[in-house]
Structures are given as structure tokens and as C-alpha cells.
């Protein structure tokens, strides 16, 4: 990889001194070790230690399963740049069918969204959260097919003039990923806050003409029709009106769908490395 790729974050270095930690990167320890100045016994031995620690090995162990220090450590690599957690060392690989169970909530969580308000009658829209987990995940492209699986979905069995904002959603999910994946804005709270605000007003740019040119104002059964329409007849211009008013409701909407996606992401990565260390301990 590039010298930009293969960099460690500061972040990683720092949460490997953070005291209580059940999980530790063993090639990021000795390659602190080596910058530190310790000799290569020296960092064997403590590789061998953390190891002993993190994955309790059978009584009176064979030297043939004890493992080694040498050798690469399966899921305890160097985090990449593109980890979209700090300090986090899993590598995550998902199986063909967790992964259109994940993809296939994903697009169940953005109907829910969605439903919950329509039937409320709120101002947001909530209906692109399951794009950010698929965003966080798996990548941007995946958080774009989720936002127009949605869409379309939604398009089929109830609101035909949803199919069309499958572009703003998709747009969301691009922006997520790629946000969380190249640009690094997922390595702390205001970052993500960033992103966030980032994907709301990227997609008000895109929604705001949809509503104004195809729909004349906004899309029929949503309440900020109703905001637009008191806007209009209070002076505004139509197209400031559905701007204004799309962009307020898509910036709380998207920060909202962005952290709550993301804690969802965090929750789904800690019980994968549960569940890897749970099976690294059985095969040793």
C-alpha cells in the first residue's frame, strides 16, 4: 500500500495505552516496541504474553499450539486508514449471506424510518439510516443500493413518487462511505457531526430541485408541504421555500440517521469480534 495508506493513526497509537483494554493489536505493540528501541526477543516475548493473556490457551500446552509470535496474528492486523473506527484492529469479512441479511435490514430499517414518519406526520424524513449502516460497513456503493432498493421498494408498495428520491438517498450513501472510508471522518464525534451535516446539505442541493420542478413545490403527503406552502404565501419564492425549509429538516435528519447508524455499526462490529475471539479460543 500507498506511505499514506500504511500510516497509523494517532489515535491507534494512543488508545494502546489506555488502561483496561481487553483487546490489543499485537503488530502495533511490537512496532511501537521497535521505535522504542527494544530488541526483537524482547518484543517476541511480549507478543507471546499479550497472546497468552487475550486467548486463554488448554492446560499444559503443546509448544506445537502455542502461538506464533512471528508469524501474522488473523484479526489483530495494524488498522488500515480506512478502518472506519479509531484505534480498531478487526479485520471484518462478512459471509455472502450475513451480508444480504445485513443489506436486506438495512432497507427494512429505512422503511420503518420512513413509515414512522408518514404516519406521525413529522418534519424529517428518518428513512436513510439503514443507508448509513450500509454505508458504514460495507463501503459507498452498498449504502447507495440500500438508499435505492429502498426507494424503489417504497415506489412498488405505496408512494410511487418516493422512486425519484432514490437519488438523494443514494447520494447519502456515497457520501457516508466514502466519508467514513477515504476521508477519515469517522475517527471522532465532530467529524462524524461534519459528515453528517455534509450528506444534509449535499442532499437538499439534490432534493430541493426534484420538489420544485417535478412536484411544483413538494412532493404530496409530506409536512413540509405545508411549511412550504405557508413560506409561499408569505413572500417567499418557491424555490427558496422548499430550499430553506428541506435544508433545516435534512441537517437534523441526517445528523440524527448518521450517529444512530453508526452506533449501529459499532454494536454489529463488537459482536463480530466477540465472535471471531470466541473462535480463535476453540481452535486453539
Not at 502455542?66 to 484479526?75: C, E, F
Not at 404516519?119 to 428513512?127: C, E, R
Not at 436513510?128 to 440500500?146: D, E, H, K, N, S
Request: glycine share 10%.
Amino acid at each position: 500500500m500507498s506511505t499514506a495508506a500504511a500510516r497509523v493513526a494517532r489515535s491507534s497509537v494512543y488508545a494502546t495505552f489506555q488502561p483496561g483494554r481487553t483487546r490489543v493489536n499485537v503488530t502495533l505493540v511490537a512496532d511501537i516496541l521497535h521505535v522504542l528501541g527494544v530488541d526483537d526477543d524482547q518484543v517476541a516475548r511480549y507478543q507471546q504474553d499479550i497472546l497468552r493473556i487475550q486467548l486463554p490457551t488448554p492446560v499444559n500446552p503443546t509448544p506445537e499450539i502455542m502461538p506464533d509470535p512471528s508469524l501474522p496474528t488473523p484479526g489483530l492486523q495494524a488498522a488500515p486508514e480506512s478502518c472506519i473506527l479509531p484505534g480498531h484492529a478487526g479485520v471484518h469479512t462478512w459471509g455472502p449471506a450475513v451480508t444480504i441479511i445485513i443489506i436486506a435490514s438495512c432497507i427494512g430499517l429505512d422503511q420503518i424510518g420512513g413509515d414512522i414518519v408518514t404516519q406521525l406526520k413529522l418534519y424529517g424524513f428518518l428513512d436513510m439510516i439503514g443507508t448509513a449502516v450500509a454505508a458504514f460497513l460495507f463501503g459507498p456503493w452498498y449504502g447507495a443500493a440500500v438508499g435505492l432498493g429502498y426507494n424503489l421498494l417504497s415506489a412498488i408498495t405505496s408512494t410511487p413518487a418516493s422512486a425519484i428520491f432514490g437519488l438523494v438517498n443514494a447520494l447519502g450513501g456515497l457520501l457516508w462511505g466514502f466519508g467514513a472510508r477515504s476521508w477519515g471522518m469517522t475517527r471522532s464525534w465532530w467529524r462524524l457531526l461534519l459528515l453528517n451535516l455534509l450528506v444534509g446539505f449535499s442532499c437538499t442541493v439534490l432534493a430541493a430541485p426534484i420538489n420544485v420542478l417535478v412536484y411544483g413545490g413538494y412532493a404530496p403527503g409530506h409536512a413540509l408541504a405545508n411549511v412550504v406552502s405557508q413560506l409561499s404565501a408569505a413572500g417567499e419564492s418557491i424555490w427558496m421555500a422548499v430550499f430553506s425549509s428541506n435544508l433545516v429538516s435534512s441537517l437534523v435528519d441526517k445528523t440524527i440517521s448518521g450517529f444512530a447508524g453508526f452506533a449501529i455499526v459499532i454494536l454489529l462490529l463488537r459482536l463480530q469480534d466477540r465472535n471471531q475471539f470466541e473462535q480463535r479460543k476453540v481452535s486453539l
